[in-house]
């Protein structure tokens, strides 16, 4: 009898643990069973932004998430999209056609993006929406130099480049979308001098009158903030540069949310509005990026 009574109050006892665990269980997965998903970015202003704006996103959203937000350069985030080592980041279509694709300058927004999106699929990439802001590249000087030389479009600076001094940065002086581009479209661009500056020095080199003009982005916040001018590319040389996020195929296909919650968020990045996220970075307030990409999602109902 006692043999028995012990059988049975150990038979109780494991119950009671496996019960138990499985209540534990069920519990890990309604509030957990959403992946991790790696978020990545290039290091410079408005991908820290958009990178934000995705990772805080996808955490309201139940995923936790991975961030690599200061990659450097585009080389370097693809090989790690490639290899597994992000799930996601922003990209413009310009980049990935001319830098990653090696392909032939198109400036037709629908026919680059349509492009990119099918060469991608040979590494079993897909691209989401597109944004409807074009950060392409942009040639930028101060009221006063634009009034001097009479600077308007590209033509006009690159007739008067021969008298003026330009801030260059790196690779552009290299990139076949850079100034041998411009060279070989335009002719002209024979600058007096182009010192080299960092990216981030560039417009204070036009402050301090160090350069009369140097080449910025469209959606550059101090472009608008600091009362620059941009100059026309009146021969349509650079393709467009919308952000179109990359995603890993396998993790879209296992989350197919994630690409739903990056569409939202690219759907509301126009012009106007990344110019001004970024402008909340650079400008006097020098705010951080992820306090501005929370201010943002919360203004836009897309976290609490």
Not at 24 to 38: C, E, L, Q, V, Y
Not at 112 to 134: A, C, G, H, M, P
């Amino acid at each position: 009898m006692k043999s028995i009574r012990k059988m049975l109050i150990i038979s109780m006892v494991c119950m009671f643990v496996v019960v138990a665990a499985a209540c534990g269980n069920n519990s890990n997965t309604s509030s957990g069973d959403k992946p991790t998903i790696k978020v990545g970015a290039k290091a410079f202003t408005e991908q820290y932004i958009i990178g934000e704006l995705y990772s805080q996103a996808l955490e309201e959203a139940g995923y936790k998430v991975k961030r690599s937000l200061n990659l450097a350069g585009t080389q370097i985030a693809f090989e790690a999209l490639k290899k597994g080592d992000i799930d996601l980041y922003p990209e413009y279509t310009g980049t990935a056609l001319m830098d990653v694709l090696k392909g032939e300058v198109m400036t037709d927004t629908q026919t680059v993006y349509d492009e990119v999106k099918k060469q991608y699929k040979q590494w079993d990439i897909e691209l989401l929406d597109r944004t409807s802001f074009n950060n392409t590249y942009v040639m930028v000087t101060t009221k006063e130099v634009a009034e001097k030389y009479n600077l308007k479009t590209l033509s006009d600076l690159a007739a008067a480049a021969k008298d003026l001094t330009f801030a260059i940065i790196p690779e552009v002086g290299e990139r076949p979308d850079g100034l041998p581009g411009l060279q070989k479209l335009y002719g002209g661009f024979k600058f007096k001098a182009t010192p080299l500056f960092d990216g981030g020095l560039k417009y204070k080199a036009l402050q301090s009158k160090e350069a009369d003009v140097t080449i910025g982005f469209g959606t550059d916040g101090q472009i608008a903030g600091l009362d620059l001018v941009s100059l026309e590319d009146d021969k349509k040389f650079w393709p467009p540069y919308q952000v179109a996020t990359q995603i890993r195929g396998e993790t879209l296909k296992n989350n197919p949310e994630v690409g739903e919650i990056i569409n939202k968020i690219n759907a509301l990045l126009t012009s106007e509005v990344m110019t001004n996220l970024n402008w909340k970075a650079d400008g006097d307030a020098k705010e951080e990026p992820k306090d501005i990409a929370k201010e943002f999602l919360k203004e836009n109902g897309l976290i609490k």
